[in-house]
């Protein structure tokens, strides 16, 4: 990647005195970025949600003041991914896996002291898990506070750098994932197989839609042939820089609002 975390906000590389010693605990920020292994298309690798993650959160933390206590944790790598099950490749954890999965790592975070925790996902498949353990483990824990939050969420240029269409229907492989993939991973990246396809037959004079307020449930293949959902041939390096700029900016600002953050009357 043309972009890693800083070794010294690696969670994995600190000793257990190093946590131990660690002074105002209850503020350090942990990051759990979070993926998934799941088709993006004919064009794009497996990882992209994860290597998404882990190069926005490398950016806000090489950038992100030394006074602030920020650590990441390893990126879940897997998510679940079952809507894109149908085209080969895909791996998915059950919706009932991955939440065990971040309930318990969120409990050994508490064990060990920890009390703010971002979940920092960048899959579109998967936010109701996020809120769903957020939610548990603060009913577990009064004094745990937890984050679900998506990658995407913060102010960022792809509104500016992407068209009005591909900000509603470019949900999956298309020009932003695909810029943002030229900039990270250009080596992964077969532009010459990019194709740009939008879903088909979706309804209108409805009040339903793909992913808005009034959603329906869809798999993939409902509606994309090659597993795009957008247009990837205007996706251009530059573009892609430009947007992972933006989106390290927004979220190093989220670390130093969580460092920040107070419980409401606590
Ligand atoms: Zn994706």
Redesign the pocket.
């Known amino acids: 990647m043309s972009i890693s975390i800083p070794p010294h906000r690696f969670f994995p590389y600190l000793k257990w005195t190093d946590v131990a010693a660690m002074k105002n605990q209850g503020d350090v920020v942990i990051i759990q970025p979070i993926?998934?292994i799941?088709q993006?298309g004919p064009h794009?690798p497996l990882i992209?949600?994860g290597a998404?993650a882990t190069a926005v959160l490398a950016y806000a933390l090489n950038q992100l003041p030394a006074e602030i206590p920020a650590y990441a944790l390893p990126t879940l790598y897997y998510g679940k991914s079952n809507e894109h099950l149908h085209f080969p490749g895909t791996i998915s954890l059950s919706s009932h896996t991955l939440m065990m999965l971040l309930m318990e790592i969120g409990e050994s975070l508490y064990r060990s002291g920890f009390r703010k925790w971002i979940l920092m996902n960048?899959?579109?498949g998967q936010p109701q898990i996020m809120e769903l353990v957020a939610r548990d483990l603060h009913i577990a824990h009064s004094d745990f506070l937890i984050f679900p939050l998506f990658v995407w969420r913060v102010p960022n240029l792809s509104h500016e750098l992407l068209t009005e269409k591909e900000q509603e229907l470019g949900?999956?492989?298309g020009d932003g994932?695909t810029s943002l993939m030229l900039s990270i991973l250009p080596d992964h990246v077969s532009m010459e197989k990019a194709i740009a396809e939008y879903p088909q037959d979706l309804p209108t004079n409805s009040c339903l839609s793909m992913e808005g307020q009034l959603p329906f449930a869809w798999a993939t293949r409902d509606l994309s042939r090659s597993g795009t959902l957008g247009d990837p041939t205007t996706a251009t390096r530059d573009k892609g820089d430009r947007i992972l700029e933006s989106l390290g900016r927004g979220w190093m600002q989220v670390i130093h609002d969580v460092h920040q953050f107070r419980q409401p009357n606590a």
């Open positions: 993926g998934a799941e993006h794009l992209v949600d998404i960048a899959h579109g949900i999956h492989a994932e």
